[in-house]
């Protein structure tokens, strides 16, 4: 069965701390994994990867997947109080064509 | 551009009634998915509607339905509302499904009572 698993579940850091979020998966055929940040309700995409290897940067905010380890992490560096938020992973299932969320990630930065 | 809208963004219904909620894509998305947000359960997939076709169903019972119209807007259906149905039910839309950039609405928020 499609799974995808996160880790840590919650987190609380500093101001200025930089914090790892994990992702791992199984999945019949991987096409993407993507990560997004939900403050609130609508989570808001960040990154899409789809290749071993290869990290993607936004900002403070960079990722990288890991095909044949079947995970992907998250790094925020120089944290700031704005990025207090969950952290969700998703791995999209070419087979199906579908999308699995992981359980995501509660992160909460303090002054 | 306008994002994407979900209404009602907040309902509250009683065991045994039903539910229909709308999604308005952006302009020119053709895909939307629908997703249960719940604190056990995290997001789970229900379905996705492109071209007014529903292209994928996750695992859930026969009461939630959907169905797509011409101008890409979607409504969700939720039959015989149990108690375990309340959650934040949040819609999804992107040009060609979830391979692309998805964009989120702010969801509707529903409590079964």
């Known amino acids: 069965e499609d799974k995808v698993v996160q880790s840590p579940l919650s987190l609380v850091v500093h101001e200025g701390d930089t914090v790892t979020l994990n992702c791992s998966y199984e999945v019949t055929n991987f096409r993407s994994l993507l990560w997004y940040k939900q403050e609130k309700k609508a989570p808001t995409f960040l990154f899409m990867l789809?290749?071993?290897?290869i990290e993607k940067k936004s900002g403070r905010l960079s990722s990288i997947l890991d095909k044949k380890e079947l995970f992907s992490i998250l790094n925020i560096t120089a944290t700031q109080t704005g990025d207090s938020a969950v952290y969700l992973c998703?791995?999209?299932?070419?087979?199906?064509?579908?999308?699995?969320f992981g359980p995501g990630t509660s992160l909460s930065v303090i002054p | 551009k306008a994002g994407v809208t979900q209404t009602p963004r907040y309902l509250i219904k009683t065991r045994g009634q039903q539910v229909t909620l709308s999604c308005s894509p952006i302009?020119?998305?053709?895909?939307v998915s629908w997703y249960q947000q719940t604190p056990g359960q995290g997001l789970q997939f229900l379905f996705e509607?492109?071209?007014?076709?529903?292209?994928n169903k996750g695992n859930f019972p026969g009461r939630f339905s959907g169905r797509q119209f011409s101008n890409s807007r979607s409504e969700m259906n939720v039959s015989t509302l149990e108690l375990g149905d309340s959650a934040l039910y949040l819609c999804?839309?992107?040009?060609?499904?979830?391979?692309?950039?998805?964009?989120f609405g702010q969801g509707t928020r529903l409590t079964v009572v």
């Open positions: 302009s020119g998305h053709r895909s």
């Open positions: 999804a839309s992107s040009l060609g499904g979830m391979k692309t950039e998805a964009f």
């Open positions: 998703a791995v999209e299932d070419n087979s199906y064509d579908k999308v699995i």
């Open positions: 509607y492109f071209s007014e076709t529903q292209r």
């Open positions: 789809t290749s071993s290897g």
